[in-house]
């Protein structure tokens, strides 16, 4: 007999200043916000304003520039900072990406996927066990979207975020925009990714949208990860794949960073994935001790 959709699974939107009054309209069908708290670096009314929402809504920060997964050490002042952030809006959770965003004193100004190598999981595991003390939590941590395949690599992306997770013991946020357009854009299948992930590990989900673009005339397409589009087919596929693949409770975030349509758009997205995680869920067959298959 299938399994029913699990009750526990949460569905929720990622926090904009232009979408705060579409959030407090809507907060009957939303179960948690998900802030960017760089956002927010001294700008106390903004600060304010999230620890009254997370007053009336579970809320997480999502970290963008820490840099967890780089070779140096993440810098003191930012972790201070995090944590002064934490201190104030009292989140359920934070979490971050695995990637790399400064490196030899140079800000590259995005968030990019390091070298995967047994040295780097050595230093992503050093960053965010300092992160976590400093801060007072461990991260959840989040697969990044790249358009170059990282030079000096010896390992593939799966083994190379599963050792991470696995050397951390921190769960991971799993953007499966992110996951769609690294597959599409490096020729390599989405689901079978998934099944080398530890999945069991996941608390958080990301889905989102992006755009195609045109290599010149090499007839080669590249997926942008640019949080601007609705999310594609794919994305909902993907995610009822990983509703069918684990037993524990997921937390559903949607992005959106631009391009805002009218936010009865956005809910509707959010039913989208709700109906995913059910379909998923109602895939799963029970073992004779209760765990899904």
């Known amino acids: 007999m299938a399994v029913e959709a699990d009750s526990r699974d949460r569905f929720g939107i990622g926090y904009r200043p232009e979408l705060l009054a579409g959030i407090l309209a809507n907060l009957d069908r939303l179960d948690i916000v998900e802030a960017v708290a760089d956002d927010f670096l001294d700008h106390g009314m903004h600060l304010r304003a999230l620890r009254t929402l997370a007053g009336q809504v579970p809320l997480t920060l999502h970290g963008v520039s820490l840099g967890l997964a780089g070779a140096c050490p993440v810098e003191a002042k930012r972790l201070e900072a995090f944590a002064r952030w934490v201190d104030f809006v009292r989140p359920e959770s934070w979490t971050e990406h695995l990637a790399f965003v400064r490196a030899g004193g140079i800000e590259i100004g995005h968030l990019a996927a390091p070298p995967r190598r047994p040295a780097t999981v050595e230093s992503a595991a050093r960053n965010v066990a300092r992160a976590a003390r400093v801060i007072g939590a461990m991260p959840c941590l989040e697969n990044v979207a790249t358009l170059i395949d990282p030079p000096c690599s010896t390992m593939s992306e799966t083994q190379w975020v599963g050792d991470v997770l696995r050397a951390t013991g921190a769960p991971l946020l799993l953007d499966l925009h992110n996951l769609h357009a690294n597959a599409h854009n490096f ?30 005339n090499t007839g080669r397409v590249r997926i942008i990860d640019d949080h601007l589009h609705e999310a594609p087919a794919a994305v909902f596929e993907l995610l009822a794949v990983v509703a069918e693949r684990t037993s524990q409770s997921l937390t559903v975030i949607l992005e959106r960073d631009g391009k805002y349509p009218d936010f009865r758009v956005l809910l509707d997205e959010l039913d989208r994935a709700r109906t995913a995680v059910a379909v998923g869920r109602g895939r799963r067959v029970p073992t004779s001790r209760g765990v899904a298959a």
């Open 187 to 216: 020729a390599f299948d989405a689901r079978t990714y998934l099944e080398s992930l530890p999945l069991h590990t996941a608390r958080y989900v990301h889905i989102a949208g992006g755009r195609r673009v045109s290599l010149g």
